[in-house]
């Protein structure tokens, strides 16, 4: 079947199960989710056609219908894998194919004033604040993806902490998808007062064979309130995944991103944020790469008001016959004078047939700004490892550990413990170089 | 310890070693001064094996096995160091774990057993008193951010803990200044013993106030065209390499 047809059999499958997507009684979200689909079943999934996917080719995505899964559907879990990605000393909210499962998640000891429940719960109690937030930071617009996911998402999880409040645990959500075919589509929305501070962390695992999984996150972060997010994409070798985090910033508001893409057949990331007046957001990545993996990684960052100062690192490791694709957008509004920012994009390339595609923009409409930024790709640098050698290591450890420590540096950024040595251990397991050792950091 | 007998060297077409002849003796300080483009830096690179030159005729022996048949880690842990001019910076590897990761590899070499933990960190613990360097310096990552001169100690520390037979010392006063020089110099004479060798590369004869050569050779357009005591550098500081140049000329 050709990708028209099966996205043409979408709305037909929606219908059959419209009536037990979350939300029935909300007439806005019924009409979004309608105008979604109608979005969708006119522009299908992005094309490599529109300028922002010419490095992605997501036609094998619409080479399967992907099922809907309803709740009776939810396949069976193995909790002690699923334990070995959940964090100590964390809040815990566990989405299996989609939807909310209360006896997985641990929510004990959130101090009352916090929110943190499940979109379909959510929906239910706070229709009318929700709509306050849905589509403020993101149009279904967007894309195909965007829109699929506003048709489609059967479940989530709306975070709100007023202000003032400073989480003491950072809140994890673990997305699973259990079986072949399925997809999970969900829809997040994680708001932060005034003051308050936050972290929390996306987790997105699942089985070995084909599925999709899409979440799309609308972040609202207020006047100096401090949030950081970080994202470990550890999905199954044959997922595609599609993932969107769409923040707005108020003045003096602190955004960090810690985007850690390792696993899936195809990956992609849309990260974007609107910087109010003197805020600051932080946007860090590493994108590991091996067999035939496509990951991509799209920033972009707008400079709305002055003052505000943003800075960017990723960096992407790529092996075999792996693609890596950044592109970093940075937009300077005429009216964002002082403006700081800098991005860097860094590539290693450890074969002949992997591949980096990166596009740095910056677009400046003001004229007292400093900005910078800087791309790289290449191999390990000779030096380095003649230098090593020269320190009784043998080439084939000293390129390892090269590698390693061009990694390692994005894992060392993070200061939760407990995930560090996660995200460490993920990296380790991942690299395709055997011997890489711990203790060289 | 080394002896190098006619040594040509290439780098593409281009001779840049024509002949050299040394013998360094254990326990022996030799320097090596000459001007730019000599063929010093060639020479310290080639007797550590850095890639990218080709060796088109002669020998260098060291300890009686052939030095250019063997690869640069086996050199290293054969007890060749090299003390780079510029120490190559290496993000996210930290100082102390490449220096554990060195001395296990040559003592494994050697027949040893790794070193223990603890007796580790006491050593590295006094080397770097000894260099007047400030212990979180071991746990950053090697040479990154590192000023000139903390560079240049952080060599001679590698060097203290290795305790190599045959140092080589590229323009090690290169980028210091006269402080750091000191400090530099005082691990350096610490190290001093009958069967520890040094060869020192070097531009300029002030190294040698603080460093006191037993030999001193003048390269010039890749070849030793004199040899002489102490006394041959402080000649050269006050008539200038041209002097050396003319006399071959």
Same mark, same amino acid.
């Given at each position: 079947?050709?990708?028209? !047809? $099966? ?7 929606y219908?059959?199960?419209? *009536? ?8 806005w ?9 109608a979005?969708f ?23 399967k ?10 396949? *069976?879990l ?64 967007? @894309?195909?993806?965007? /829109?699929?996911?506003? /048709? ?5 999880v ?14 994890? $959500?673990?997305h699973?998808? +259990? ?8 829809? @997040? ?8 501070? *936050? ?8 089985c070995?064979d084909?599925?999709l ?6 972040v ?21 995944h ?5 923040v ?45 993996q496509? $990951? ?23 092996? !075999?016959?792996?693609?890596?694709v ?11 004078q ?5 991005m ?11 591949? /980096? ?18 791309? +790289?790709?290449? !191999? ?7 230098y ?16 390693? *420590? ?8 993070i200061?939760i413990?407990?995930? @560090? ?5 993920q ?15 | ?23 360094i ?16 830096? %060639? ?7 850095k890639?990218?030159?080709?060796? %088109?005729?002669?020998?260098? %022996? ?13 050199r ?12 190559v910076?290496?993000?996210?590897v ?5 220096l ?5 590899a ?5 027949? #040893? ?7 580790? #960190? ?8 000894l ?6 310096f071991l ?16 060599e ?6 290795l ?8 323009? %090690? ?6 402080d ?61 390499y041209?002097?050396?140049q003319?006399?071959?000329?």
């Open positions: 079947m050709s990708a028209e !047809q $099966i996205n043409s059999q979408y709305p037909a499958e219908a059959k199960v419209e *009536a037990l997507l979350p939300g029935q009684s909300v007439s979200l019924k009409t979004l989710r309608e105008q979604a689909l979005f079943s006119s522009h299908g999934f992005p094309s490599l056609r529109e300028e922002e996917w010419r490095y992605t080719n997501v036609s094998a995505i619409e080479k219908l992907f099922s809907p899964v309803v709740h009776d559907e939810i396949g *069976a193995d909790v002690g894998s699923l334990d070995t990605y959940r964090l100590e000393n964390a809040w815990t909210i566990v989405l299996v194919d989609g939807h909310f499962s209360a006896a997985l998640s641990d929510l004990e000891g959130l101090p009352s004033s916090v929110r943190v429940l499940d979109m379909a719960s959510a929906l239910e109690q706070y229709p009318d604040e929700l709509q306050k937030y849905f589509t403020q930071a993101v149009s279904y617009k967007q @894309h195909g993806f965007v /829109a699929f996911n506003a /048709a489609w998402f059967t479940d989530g709306f975070i709100h902490v007023p202000s003032k409040e400073v989480l003491s645990k950072p809140v994890q $959500i673990i699973v998808v +259990t079986q072949a075919d399925y997809m999970s589509n969900t829809r @997040h929305i994680i708001t932060i007062d005034k003051m308050a501070q *936050a972290e929390v962390i996306e987790t997105f695992i699942g070995d084909a599925y999984s899409t979440a799309v996150t609308e609202f972060v207020g006047e100096n309130a401090d949030l950081t997010l970080y994202k470990l994409q550890l999905e199954g070798e044959k997922a595609y599609f993932a969107g985090t769409y707005k910033q108020e003045a003096n508001a602190r955004f960090k991103h810690h985007n850690f893409a390792f696993g899936g057949l195809l990956a992609r990331n849309d990260i974007r944020t609107d910087l109010g007046r003197a805020s600051e957001c932080e946007l860090n990545g590493l994108y590991l790469g091996i067999k035939r496509h $990951i991509d990684n799209h920033t972009r960052i707008n400079h709305l008001q002055p003052h505000a100062i943003s800075r960017e690192l990723y960096k992407g490791v790529l092996d !075999q016959r792996a693609r890596g950044f592109q970093g957008r940075v937009v300077v509004a005429e009216y964002a002082k403006t700081s920012s800098e860097n994009n860094r590539n290693l390339l450890l074969s002949n047939d992997a591949e /980096a595609d990166t596009k740095p923009q910056l677009e400046i409409y003001a004229d007292d700004v400093k900005c910078a930024h800087g791309v +790289t790709v290449g !191999q390990l640098d000779e030096k380095s490892i003649f090593l050698q020269s320190r009784c290591v043998d080439e084939a450890t000293a390129r390892n550990m090269l590698t390693f *420590a061009f990694a390692n540096e994005m894992v060392f950024k200061k413990k407990n995930l @560090h040595d996660q995200i460490l251990e990296l380790l397991a991942r690299f395709p170089q055997e011997g890489i050792q711990q203790e060289w950091l | 310890m080394l002896s190098i007998k006619n040594l040509h060297v290439s780098v593409g077409d281009k001779p840049i070693l024509k002949g050299i002849n040394l013998e003796n254990a326990g022996e300080v030799h320097a090596i001064m000459g001007p730019n483009g000599s063929g010093k830096s %060639t020479l310290s690179h080639v007797l550590s094996g890639s990218g030159y080709t060796v %088109t005729e002669g020998t260098v %022996t060291y300890k009686g096995k052939d030095l250019l048949d063997m690869a640069p880690e086996i290293a842990r054969e007890g060749i160091f090299l003390a780079f001019q510029y120490p910076e290496i993000p996210g930290s100082n102390i774990y490449l554990k990761a060195a001395l296990n040559m003592r494994i070499h050697q027949g #040893l057993p790794e070193v223990d933990a603890f007796d580790f #960190l006491t050593l590295v613990k006094d080397k770097v008193k260099l007047e360097m400030d212990e979180k746990y950053r990552s090697v040479n990154e951010g590192f000023s000139g001169g903390e560079k240049k100690r952080n001679i520390l590698q060097a203290a803990i305790e190599p037979s045959m140092c080589i010392l590229d323009e %090690t006063d290169s980028g210091l200044d006269i750091a020089l000191q400090v530099v110099a005082a691990g350096i004479n610490s190290l001093r013993a009958a069967d520890r060798s040094f060869l020192m590369i070097t531009h300029y004869q002030r190294l040698l106030d603080y460093i006191k050569p037993d030999i001193v050779h003048v390269l010039a357009d890749g070849r030793i065209v004199k040899t002489g005591g102490p006394e041959l550098a402080l000649e050269l500081e006050e008539k200038g041209s002097w050396v003319e006399q071959v000329a």
